[in-house]
């Protein structure tokens, strides 16, 4: 055998990995799971295994531990492997790479994505001259090493950090020493840039590969040169085949003289986010190909005028002749927006598909009037605006959320979502367009009893005191999804006197912090199809849904939280399918845990318990838990003891997670099913300090569990 892949596999793989031993010839090993569904379970192998795997696999070139959440390290042998080309460790909790790893001279990919606890790279890892491909987007290095201009044939750099001073990683400048740097880079930490000649030496005008760039800032000391940002940023122009470029919490107090010239020809995306100390816009509508514009935070720029659309000095007059998506975010001093004068002339932006204007709080008035291609709007928390919104038939998204000074004539034929809010709820009292598909609105008494709402899928209400206190559901009978959450005043889903309501086509609902929500219809509710259920802050609700075991065949997921006045399940039980339970703080509910028959739900996998009460006893008792579960996860702060006899049966038992159990002080003397492969502690005191090392006779209770961590710390 010389390839392995188990990468598309939905089974477990095997817990012994020795059956794989005898492949020594093995030249590809891609032991990749797909995460599970759940999100809750994590693929799981410990750093003995991988070591064994390393020491029989000799003749590997490519090896992918992905996915592995709980690898925590990574064995030194793996500098054995003289012939890997390829390294894939994404969404592993490793800490650090070992430096026998810079020994791999023709390891050509390395791929490091979404490693949360990688805070360095090896010292020596400019060796790696063979290094074609370093992907570390989303892992939070604080710096790079030295010498990273020693990897010349390095193509694809996703990230680049910049070190603070000369010892403290590699400079801005080795850059430059990459020729052939291609595809997309982010550098990080340009405050850490001290000498503008070092950025000028990136030569990044030279990289004509690079087609996404972001350059972002992080924290500065209050000492900061804002002339010298700007002579930093003025020399890290890129090369004019550039199509994505972000600038991130740059403070000089101006742009650099390349960004909006016409001669970016091919750019198409553009952000400029949290650039505080800018007071204008530079001219963009210059860039003949853009496509999608966010500007966002610029907190110093109080009008958007002319100079915005450029001054002529492009082969074409026409300004933002390409653009589809354009969004103003967190504006707090925008006042004005001044329309250019050639909108008469066919408008300012014939192709604008989307205009998004959110929290922009102190702008007036003047949006672009002719949008002939106009088919998303959405404006929120612009209290100030005063506008009239043009309509036009292509309309299909509109949002209005506490802008009650922006008008609207009519809706769009063709609209299929809508958002609104305050006074624009008289929008519903003339009728939807029948396309209407998603509806979402805030602040509403009651929706009109005289209209029915045939079209719409997707139904949100939100936002606080004074809103909806009663849901006609009869009138959304094609309704896939409900969400409400933050109405004070909501009693019931139903206002009529229907015996049983009917939603064929419903698959998830949620209701969110509705303290006086009371009741789901009387008759119950006949729901098919519906998959997830989660109800939290709902504090006098004191039942479900009647006959919710037959009404319901489709539940998997049902999450009931903070609902102290819950004190049972109906009668008949929970749906038989239900695959995840998540009961947290509802203390009634918890001590009638015996009534509630978990025992008969054969496919219940997951279970996550959270009691803060003084009436625990001990926990679990033995007929509790069924014997098809695979993850627990309990939160009990006044719990002093687990029931060995409890878990016995639970044969498939993989994840055990006990959180802030503040009185526990040992595990049971019964020890944990043979199955369970991870154990988890957190915020425990008591047991931190009895299981922190590996001796005792306490940790003979456990020493057949492959992956113990406590507080996150893997325990080797």
């Known amino acids: 055998m010389r390839h392995l892949s188990y990468c598309r596999t939905k089974f477990d793989v095997p817990k012994k990995f020795e059956v794989f031993y005898e492949a020594k010839n093995l030249r590809t090993f891609l032991g990749l799971e797909l995460p599970s569904t759940s999100n809750f379970l994590r693929n799981n192998i410990s750093t003995m295994e991988v070591n064994n795997l390393l020491c029989t696999f000799k003749c590997l070139r490519a090896l992918s531990l992905s996915l592995y959440g709980l690898l925590a390290v990574l064995p030194n042998s793996i500098g054995n492997l003289k012939h890997l080309r390829y390294l894939n460790l994404n969404s592993t909790d490793i800490k650090g790479l070992p430096d026998s790893v810079c020994g791999l001279y023709n390891l050509q990919t390395l791929l490091l994505r979404d490693c949360r606890h990688l805070r360095e790279l090896p010292t020596n890892l400019g060796r790696l001259v063979n290094l074609r491909h370093l992907d570390i987007r989303g892992t939070p290095l604080k710096g790079m090493p030295m010498h990273m201009g020693k990897l010349r044939s390095l193509q694809n750099l996703s990230a680049f950090y910049v070190g603070k001073g000369e010892h403290s990683g590699s400079n801005v400048k080795e850059l430059g020493e990459l020729p052939h740097l291609s595809r997309s880079l982010c550098i990080s930490n340009l405050e850490n840039v001290y000498q503008t ?230 929008l519903l009292e003339g009728g939807l367009p029948t396309t209407l598909k998603t509806l979402q609105i805030n602040g509403v008494l009651q929706l009109p009893g005289s209209h029915y709402y045939p079209s719409i899928e997707r139904l949100k209400v939100n936002k606080g005191p004074g809103s909806l206190w009663s849901l006609p559901l009869e009138f959304f009978p094609k309704l896939k999804s409900i969400h409400i959450s933050n109405s004070d005043n909501l009693e019931s889903l139903s206002a009529s006197d229907t015996s049983l309501l009917d ?188 299981y922190r090392r590996k001796n005792g006779k306490e940790w003979r209770k456990i020493s057949h569990i492959p992956i113990i961590r406590i507080n996150n710390v893997v325990i080797t």
């Not at 043009?390 to 209005?400: D, F, I, R, T």
């Not at 719990?639 to 994840?655: A, I, P, V």
């Open 503 to 690: 939603l064929t086509s419903l698959t998830k609902l949620t209701i969110k912090s509705c303290p006086n929500f009371v009741s789901f219809p009387s008759g119950g509710l006949c729901a098919p199809n519906l998959t997830q259920i989660s109800i939290s802050d709902c504090y006098k609700l004191k039942s479900l849904a009647e006959g919710m075991h037959t009404l319901l065949p489709s539940l998997l997921y049902l999450k009931l939280k903070d609902c102290p006045e819950l004190e049972s399940f109906p009668e008949g039980g929970l749906p038989s399918n239900l695959q995840i339970l998540e009961i947290d703080w509802c203390d009634k509910l918890f001590l009638r845990r015996m009534e509630w028959g978990l025992q008969s739900l054969h496919s219940l996998r997951e279970i996550e318990i959270w009691y803060n009460g003084t009436e625990v006893g001990s926990f679990p008792e033995e007929a509790l838990l069924p014997p098809s579960l695979v993850r627990l996860n309990i939160v009990f702060p006044q719990l002093t003891s687990l029931n060995g006899r409890g878990f016995q049966h639970l044969t498939l038992l993989k994840q055990l997670e006990i959180w802030v159990c503040d009185k526990l002080q040992c595990l049971p003397e019964e020890g944990f099913p043979a199955s369970l492969s991870i154990l988890d502690i957190f915020d425990c005191p008591l047991l931190e300090k009895r």
């Open 197 to 426: 000649r070092d950025a000028k030496e990136v030569n990044l005008k030279d990289k004509k590969g690079l087609s996404e760039l972001e350059l972002e800032w992080g924290r500065r000391s209050e000492n900061y040169d804002s002339e010298q940002e700007r002579d930093v940023l003025e020399q890290l122009c890129p090369h004019t085949n550039l199509k994505s470029l972000s600038i991130i919490s740059y403070c000089g107090a101006e742009y650099p003289s390349w960004l909006g010239a016409c001669s970016f020809s091919n750019m198409v995306s553009l952000k400029l986010d949290d650039c505080k100390y800018c007071s204008s816009l530079p001219p963009l509508g210059l860039l003949p190909a853009l496509k999608e514009l966010s500007i966002e935070g610029l907190h110093g720029v109080s009008c958007v005028d002319n100079k915005f659309y450029g001054d002529g000095s492009c082969a074409t007059n026409k300004p933002f002749k390409s653009l589809e998506k354009l969004t103003f975010k967190r504006m707090l001093e925008w006042k004005e927006w001044f329309v250019f004068e050639g909108e008469d002339e066919g408008g300012v932006f014939p192709t604008l598909r989307e205009l998004r204007i959110i929290n922009c709080p102190k702008l007036t008035g003047n949006l672009p009037s002719l949008l002939p291609s106009l088919s998303v709007i959405e404006i929120e928390d612009c209290p100030q605006l005063v506008a009239s919104l043009p309509s036009p038939s292509a309309l299909h998204e509109l949002a209005l959320t506490n802008c009650d000074k922006v008008a609207l004539k009519d809706l769009s034929p063709k609209l299929q979502s809508l958002g609104i809010g305050g006074c624009h709820v008289t």
